[in-house]
Structure formats: structure tokens, C-alpha cells
Nanobody
Framework: QVQLVESGGGLVQAGGSLRLSCAAS????????MGWFRQVPGEEREFVAA????????DYTDSVKGRFTISRDNAKNTIVLQMNSLKPEDTAVYYC???????????????????WGQGTQVTVSS
């Protein structure tokens, strides 16, 4: 099992920045991919960013490209989502996810992930 704990959410004005962190513990050696998703009440969870654990390749949903950056802190088994130029439409609960089987790759579908964090609220005011 892998446990994931997110931190760093909060309230920020439009145009501001937030940095989300996701700390992984447990069977971290099994992790092959990690990602961030977000969900607005009444809507489906959507893909935001993904990172292949080996090699560090990344991918983003179109709406955040150029504004968000996903990265990995190897020493701490942590991934970070740096969010700049935030917009009110970025308001959501952000979830960290990890896959603990198979080969290292980019994964953008919710069903491809095995483990999920509890979520952290990000609110962007206009």
C-alpha cells in the first residue's frame, strides 16, 4: 500500500500562485506514476498533470499548460504542483494520485491510478 497526503491548498486572488505538495509513504518503491486531478462539486474529477516516476516526463491538461508545473523531489518521495497565474476556474479540490504497478509512464485517466490522497481545497477569488 501507498499512502498519499496533500498539503498547500488555500485561498488566493486571481493571478496569484499556490504550491501543492503530495508526500508518499509506504511501498513507495512500487510507484511508477503520479498525478494531480481536481474536482468541482457536481462535476467529474478531471486530469490536471501527470509525471512518469522514472525519467520524469510530464503532461498537462490544456487549460493549465504554461501555468502549472509538476515536479518530483526524489529524496522526499514527494511531488509538487506549482500553480501560477491562477484563475477563478481553477477553484476545486485537488487530489494527488499514484499508480503502484506496471511500468513508468504518463497516465491521464482516473481509473489508471491505484492510490489517492484525501484532497486539498484550492479557491481562487476574482
Amino acid at each position: 500500500q501507498v499512502q498519499l497526503v496533500e498539503s498547500g491548498g488555500g485561498l488566493v486572488q486571481a493571478g496569484g500562485s499556490l504550491r501543492l505538495s503530495c508526500a508518499a509513504s509506504g511501498r513507495t518503491f512500487s510507484i511508477v506514476a503520479m498525478g494531480w486531478f481536481r474536482q468541482v462539486p457536481g462535476e467529474e474529477r478531471e486530469f490536471v498533470a501527470a509525471l512518469a516516476w522514472s525519467g520524469g516526463r510530464t503532461d498537462y491538461t490544456d487549460s493549465v499548460k504554461g501555468r502549472f508545473t509538476i515536479s518530483r523531489d526524489n529524496a522526499k518521495n514527494t511531488i509538487v504542483l506549482q500553480m501560477n497565474s491562477l484563475k477563478p476556474e481553477d477553484t476545486a479540490v485537488y487530489y494527488c494520485a499514484a499508480r503502484g504497478r506496471g511500468s513508468s509512464r504518463i497516465l491521464t485517466r482516473e481509473l489508471d491510478y491505484d492510490y489517492w490522497g484525501q484532497g486539498t481545497q484550492v479557491t481562487v477569488s476574482s
